[in-house]
């Protein structure tokens, strides 16, 4: 499994590398797979999502960049991971939020991020519209929808 080659890597060789480009090839020839795409936002029906990225940068200082979709997030206090987790210290101080990519899809319409249909039942503030692949304003009834309805979901 890719992921145990990342055990071969050590902190150090993060080092000499100057600007994220750098980091983004050596991530791309060790860890080939590891990361799966980038979006530039997460959909309006979801806005503690940005919300949470929002904080996190501002308690990092920095300004929001991109969503970074990986295959695996590792624990904070994995041992075994203190080189993933560098790499993912450089991505969130830069202003990235990393995420795993199976917990979220992208809106067929504006490619802006949703959270994938198994995500969308665990998720902590739990929305009052049912899921769906779309944001509410880019799918076609929604265009022609005048007052938002507010369901109550119980
Ligand atoms: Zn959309």
Redesign the pocket.
């Known amino acids: 499994m890719f992921i145990d080659s990342t055990l071969n890597c050590k902190v150090s060789d993060l080092a000499g590398l100057r600007d994220l480009k750098e980091v983004l090839d050596f991530l791309e020839k060790h860890l080939n797979g590891w990361i799966v795409g980038f979006s530039n936002r997460f959909?309006?029906d979801y806005p503690h999502l940005t919300c949470t990225w929002v904080e996190t940068c501002k308690s990092l200082r920095c300004n929001p960049a991109q969503i970074m979709l990986v295959s695996y997030v590792p624990h904070k206090n994995d041992d075994k991971r203190v080189f993933l987790n560098s790499v993912c210290d450089i991505f969130s101080q830069s202003g990235f939020s990393i995420r795993r990519y199976t917990e979220f899809v992208a809106?067929?319409?504006?490619?802006?991020l949703?959270p994938s249909k198994k995500a969308f039942s665990k998720l902590s503030v739990r929305p009052p519209f049912p899921w769906s692949n779309?944001?509410r304003?880019?799918a076609p009834e929604g265009k022609n929808q005048k007052k938002t309805k507010i369901e109550i979901v119980d």
Do not use: A, N, P, Q
């Open positions: 959909s309006d809106c067929s319409v504006c490619k802006s949703l779309m944001c304003h880019c």
